[in-house]
């Protein structure tokens, strides 16, 4: 809020900007800082009178403080951040990792969430005013774009397990909205934001209706907001104009040196193509490369149909998003109603329309095999030559044999022009397009209910809420693989043996061989219709139980019962195209979907309690006992309980000390529960029977390759995975479907709030957690299978590998990776927030604060088979980056009604993790300490008019190069880490406000 008086002296202002710029920047040198408010001013938690309640608990008690930590982000500290993005918000807490959002692309599922303490946003629970918000997808994760954001009063975010509390899924934490209550007046709002490139600009327009009625017995808001954000691909940056390898640092050397990417050799060229020895990309290219399956050979055709060696890889780098263009309007109406003393009547609507775009580089053929007739008049007469002598060699060496990788159709025993060959064709499909998929998402929520007192200081509370995801998914710009292989079978280049429709096409030249009319019957258009379902009603009493009375205490045990029922379902409808197994008929698309349909119904039960157990006495001048208990009983798992129970300890009106110990639990939602399994794709750093790795092969590793489906001539000749990425296969195990998660969770700390004379206000908080789950729910990686198979030989895991002609990249190859329950994962550490206030007096006032997070502890393992996974302080295959130590600070100064504020972002230094580090660039091993400084200033033009200005990443810090391989490709993006690092350089933003 903004203090406004009439009597502002403009020259004063003017000789304290410069004043406060320097001690802002002083500052950041000197404290370590967060935006976080304490979930309880001293004021409010003194209060003997008004009933207040904390995020984390249920109960409403005078003084009631929590035993939780409470990092709570208030209605200035969101106006700060000037966008209307909530999960961009908390995105800068040292306690969240990023997960998906807008500068997601390859990977995403055109959402916004939030990851607490990087134990993934599965583990976390998202409400608004206390209540569960209708999940997105199938995995229980809430898209935070559906937050009105130009209502938040504040944001509590609580550390640790809150399923006692909140039920399942609450493993990690909550992240409670606070939404404004009883709003009157009109406030209209406008933000605008650009890069320092002149583009990714966004918009956003919020504008707020309230008003009282019935002699102020009611009150109803409805906000609007409509919001758009621009695309910025990687070509509108020089790092993600080319692709640079991440192990061998190819295309390094020309970023440095601001130079385009290594030409090919002659007759091998073509939009975005790169050298192949010299280039860094992927190995589907133009023009088409040729492997003849579970043999060594292998070439690419050139321009003029001829085929050699390989020449060329493909630049996918310049077609992809940085930032993904997206487009919301939504609308919020909340509404209460006192009907008397005892009843108060409450409702809630939310619903938002969103469209969010995903694109990447043109399809292709990739690692798709085809049976190809040699009698294909688009092959030339060298070519069909070259592969001839190449494969009839093949058969005398033994590695093609008829009725594997050849048919023999003619039966003479030689390869020959009647004959049809097994074979890969990489082929990148530039005239189809980029590949794009569009998410356009409804999501609506209503909830009613009505509360009041009963008797005796009790109250209740009973609602009902019912809301709906649905979301319609268009893939656009790949290639139909069916309908590839049918125009692959022709004999004068007209007509195609499958008759009917089919159109012959060219896969044999350069750029521009697939004619528009080829392109029409190649390309392939895929939707898909998902739809979410959640159904919620509760009843709570809270109350005091006045014959439990301690003779040490002033007040009685406060007690809340609960029931809650949840009614969840789901069901995905994917077109005929993306059934089609093992993969689907767009090539490039990574695998196929097959139809989900189901759910769960709980029923549960809790209570949780409150009591004092000393008020007033030396060195205890309030110690409170809490606990709670919740049982849930699932019609899926059975049976789950949570439990909590901790201390509050204030031995001198300046001092709280706390600890709470909790179990927590989160049950298998639906997509674990109910997926069949499909196939897709993960990250690895390599085949290891492959010829990449044959330096390395010895007697031990060949038999463990063979024992995978090869023969003794392919190894060490089948080629690598591509671009990092291997396929898979996923899915629920019907037969043994996974069980519930369980954590124990432990905190303790305390919260320092001194007289101190030189300070208009002093604040400090220190914190250790430690979140450790158990059976955890997911999949071993790719790697880890890998791993367990050709470096420890066990026979459970070469189990998983499925091999096709030998290799791995073949959409009917890969990697089995069921869902089930894994061994552990764990984050510990201490988490620092602090709040400092000046008085400047003719100067104004002057505001520091801060939040500091230590991981000591970031790990998890997926059995006691494979090495412990530890993330603390490394990125990698298995790793997001997850620095051991981050913190923001924020300064911020105000006079009359000029308020400046500057942002410090700390991100510690990272290192590649270690069992990869021998395999990647020397360069790419490790990421150096970054700090970001984000500037805003917000001038109150009259009572009614707010103008606000802020520029983020003041210095214009550019992100760190990493090259393409490393990372999960969804955190990857542009040869570096795009949520994680600042990657568009300065952003500047405007608004302006209006209250009335």
Request: aromatic fraction near 10%; proline fraction near 4%.
């Amino acid at each position: 809020m903004f203090t406004r008086t009439n009597g502002f002296r403009k020259s004063k202002a003017a000789s304290s900007v410069s004043l406060a710029l320097c001690v802002g920047m002083i500052s950041a040198g000197v404290f370590s800082y967060s935006p976080a408010a304490f979930a309880q001013d001293e004021d409010e938690a003194d209060n003997a009178v008004e009933k207040i309640s904390v995020t984390g608990s249920r109960i409403r008690a005078p003084g009631t403080e929590s035993s939780s930590p409470i990092i709570s982000i208030g209605e200035e500290e969101i106006k700060f951040a000037g966008t209307p993005e909530f999960e961009r918000v908390l995105r800068a807490l040292p306690s969240t990792i990023p997960a998906d959002g807008s500068n997601a692309n390859n990977g995403t599922a055109g959402a916004a969430t939030i990851d607490l303490r990087g134990l993934g946003a599965q583990r976390n629970l998202v409400l608004l005013d206390g209540k569960r918000m209708v999940p997105f997808n199938f995995n229980g994760q809430v898209d935070t774009t559906n937050i009105p954001t130009a209502l938040i009063e504040r944001i509590d975010v609580v550390t640790g397990g809150a399923s006692a509390v909140y039920g399942s899924d609450a493993v990690a934490g909550a992240i409670n909205v606070i939404l404004k209550k009883d709003f009157e007046g009109v406030a209209l709002d406008m933000n605008h934001s650009q890069t320092g490139d002149s583009d990714g600009d966004q918009d956003s327009i919020a504008l707020t209706l309230g008003s009282n009625f019935d002699d102020d017995r009611g009150n109803a808001v409805l906000s609007i907001s409509w919001f758009n954000r621009e695309a910025i691909r990687l070509g509108q940056r020089p790092l993600g104009q080319l692709g640079i390898n991440s192990n061998t640092g190819a295309g390094y050397a020309e970023f440095l040196a601001g130079e385009s990417p290594a030409d090919p050799v002659a007759g091998c060229g073509g939009p975005n193509v790169v050298d192949f020895v010299n280039g860094s990309g992927s190995t589907t290219a133009i023009p088409t490369r040729f492997e003849l399956i579970g043999t060594g050979v292998s070439g690419q055709f050139r321009d003029d149909r001829t085929l050699g060696d390989q020449c060329s890889r493909f630049n996918f780098n310049p077609f992809n998003f940085y930032q993904t263009p997206a487009q919301r309007y939504s609308a919020t109406a909340l509404a209460n109603y006192m009907i008397n003393d005892n009843a108060e009547v409450y409702a809630s609507f939310n619903y938002s329309n969103s469209s969010v775009d995903q694109q990447v580089a043109p399809s292709g053929t990739f690692g798709a095999a085809f049976d190809l007739p040699l009698y294909n008049p688009f092959i030339s007469d060298q070519a069909l030559q070259w592969i001839l002598d190449g494969a009839n060699d093949a058969v005398a060496g033994g590695s093609l044999v008829d009725g594997g990788s050849w048919t023999d159709r003619n039966a003479n025993g030689v390869v020959d022009s009647e004959d049809s060959l097994n074979v890969r064709l990489r082929r990148r499909t530039l005239e189809l397009g980029p590949r794009t998929e569009r998410f356009d998402s409804d999501i609506w929520q209503l909830n009613l209910g009505v509360r009041g007192e009963i008797s005796d200081g009790w109250e209740y509370d009973v609602s009902y809420q019912y809301g709906e995801s649905n979301r319609t998914t268009v893939r656009d710009g790949y290639t139909n693989l069916p309908n590839i292989q049918a125009a692959l079978d022709t004999r004068d280049g007209v007509t195609c043996a499958s008759g009917g429709t089919c159109v012959p096409i060219d896969l044999f030249g350069g750029f521009g061989t697939i004619t528009e009319e080829q392109a029409g019957f190649a390309r392939a258009i895929a939707i898909q219709q998902q739809k979410y379902e959640q159904e919620i009603g509760s009843v709570v009493f809270t109350g005091p139980v006045d014959v439990v009375m301690l003779p040490t205490a002033d007040a009685p045990l406060s007690m809340s019962f609960g029931f809650e029922f949840r009614n969840e379902t789901g069901l995905l409808e994917p077109d005929e195209c993306l059934k089609l197994a093992p993969a689907s008929c767009q090539g490039g698309a990574g695998g196929n979907l097959l139809p989900i349909k189901g759910g769960y119904k709980s029923q549960d039960v809790y209570f949780e309690g409150l009591l004092p157990l000393v008020d007033g006495k030396a060195f205890a001048e309030k110690v409170d006992f809490e606990f709670g208990f919740r049982t849930s009983d699932y019609d899926t798992i059975g049976r789950t309980d949570s439990w909590k129970y901790g201390l509050n300890w204030r031995p001198a009106d300046t001092l709280l000390l706390r600890v709470m110990k909790q179990r927590a639990n989160r049950a298998p939602n639906i997509a674990e529960l109910s997926s069949p399994v499909t196939s897709g794709l993960s990250n690895a750093t390599g085949d290891p029977c492959s010829v990449e790795n044959a330096a390395n092969i010895d007697s031990r590793l060949t038999q463990l390759c063979i024992s995978t489906g090869m023969s003794e001539a392919q190894v060490g000749v089948i080629p690598d995975i591509i671009s990092g990425q291997i396929n898979t296969f996923a899915g629920s195990d019907p037969a043994s479907p996974p069980g519930p998660e369980e954590a124990d969770t432990t905190t303790a700390g305390f919260v320092w709030t001194p007289d101190f004379e030189a300070f208009r206000s002093f604040s400090l908080s220190a914190d250790y957690y430690d979140i450790d789950i158990k059976d955890i729910i997911g999949n071993f990686s790719a790697q880890e299978v890998l791993d367990s198979c050709y470096v420890q030989g066990l026979e459970s895991d070469c189990a998983k590998i499925n091999r096709v002609g030998g290799d791995l990249t073949g959409s009917s190859a890969g990697v089995n990776l069921f869902t089930s329950n894994l061994k552990f994962l764990r984050a510990e550490g201490i988490e620092i927030a602090f709040n400092i206030g000046l008085d400047l007096e003719e100067y104004g006032d002057l505001n520091f604060s801060g939040n500091i997070n230590k991981y000591l502890t970031q790990e998890s393992q997926s059995s006691d088979n494979v090495p412990v996974v530890d993330c603390r302080g490394f990125y990698g295959t298995s790793c997001t980056p997850i620095s051991d130590l981050r913190w923001i600070q924020r300064t911020t100064w105000s006079l009359d009604e000029l308020t400046v504020s500057l942002q410090w972002r700390h991100i510690n230094s990272v290192d590649v993790e270690l069992p990869e580090a021998s395999i990647r660039f020397e360069e790419f091993r490790s990421i150096d300490s970054y700090d970001y400084f984000d500037l805003f200033a917000s001038y109150a033009l009259t009572d009614y008019a707010v103008v606000t200005a802020g520029v983020d990443n003041i210095l214009s810090d550019d992100p760190p190069v990493l090259g393409n391989q490393i990372g999960a490709t969804r955190a990857n993006s542009g040869n570096t880490f795009p949520s994680q690092y600042d990657t568009l350089g300065r952003i500047y933003k405007l608004g302006v406000s209006f209250s009335f």
